[in-house]
């Protein structure tokens, strides 16, 4: 490495992994919990037509106002609370952080869990502690947490809410136990609310340190980065001093605002996957030596037999198939791979393919 760079990055920089996409070109896509379904044609075209006079010489509306309102009817977002919009949720977590940073401050998280707290606290500055889950069933180990906050006193905890990548949701009675243990603010992820059974959006105001953190990407605008946050003004008021300027550009305020004008389309979406859900399930559950987790979210974590995961992995992606193996990220993730629900030509596809794979 030239000397050059090494005096000037960061060693904690220098030490990290960048987050590796895999290349998905030609592959039946079931890795990165997208939405499988395009737009109907009725909604592509009055979104073209608006955007003929759209003008991107100018700057974007530096608050989204507009978008902010309609996310406020559409999510049902409770009055008095702020709402601050990210490039996705990904910024937000960031933005959190950076308003938090400084080297002695906690973030802490439950383990397994999404990935970027842990590089994001790495980034800014922040000490990261992560609470291993159950190992049985990825249940919240409440004593160990309870442990943990008294012990590192976390500027700021963040719950997955279902998790990823164990799909499960955690028990609400020790989430609010958690609330009210810890004197750090509590970030209340869902990215999974739209194929989740409950939300803390309702609680907002209940607490002065919880936040709800939402994003649109799993409802099937991954590629537009839109995430938003909402809790009460003094907090958000303090994060917006460290948002960029514009972090949300013209075309996706608009398109989002559109999508949001007709949330039914998405919502059926939504509703579809949650059925190829169950059925996905079942069939999993079918196979001998399968382990299926329960899962309030658009993907499925399964532990196959022991030592095969690498092997099954990649003979899918032979069969053109890419799922996310999990094996050897984390010890409670041995022998793991995570499917995202797709169309149900992909699922029955991979159905086809697992049972090839793993018969005897
Ligand atoms: C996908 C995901 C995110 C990030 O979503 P973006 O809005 O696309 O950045 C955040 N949290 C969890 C738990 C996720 O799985």
Redesign the pocket.
Known sequence: MSPLIERWIRPEILDLAAYRIPDSTGLVKLDA?ENPYTWPDSLITSWLEMLKTTSVNRYPDPAGHQLVTRLRDVMAIPEGQAVLLGN????LIQTIALALAGADRVIMAPEPG?V?YRMIARFTGMQYHGVPLRSKDFALDLNAFLTAIERYDPAVIFL?YPN?PTGNHWSRIDIEQILQATNGLVVM?E??SPFAADTFMEDLGRYDNLVVMR?L??LGL?GL?L?YLCGPPAWLDEFNKVRLPYNINTLTQLTAEHALANIQVFTEQASWIKQRRAELIQQLATFPGLQVFPSDANFILLRVPTGTAEAIFSALLAQGILIKKLDDSHPLLDDCLRVTVGKPEENSGLIRALADILSP
């Open positions: 919990m996705g949720s990904d910024e999404f970027m997955a990823n992820d990215a999974y994003t990407s799993k991954a980065r995430g």
